[in-house]
């Protein structure tokens, strides 16, 4: 069964709003993700998100367990030459 509303619409015409940015608000909105681009051969190891994020959570617990003079994140962002 369809259901047709009228509106009582009493903007104008020339007010053109179908380029606004929508902004969700409250309980419905989506979390903020990051996206990360692997590279081929990781990504041949890793199915899918949960995998990916399974394997650096491990990590990051073999890196806090081993005394370093290097801390993790300078392992990660030294450039390799």
Known sequence: MSQTFEIDDDLRPEYDFTQLPVVARGQGRKRATLTVQLEPDVAAIFPDSSAVNEGLRLLMRL???????????????????
């Open 63 to 81: 890196i806090q367990k081993s005394p370093s003079e290097q801390s993790a994140k300078s392992i990660f962002t030294s450039k390799e030459t």
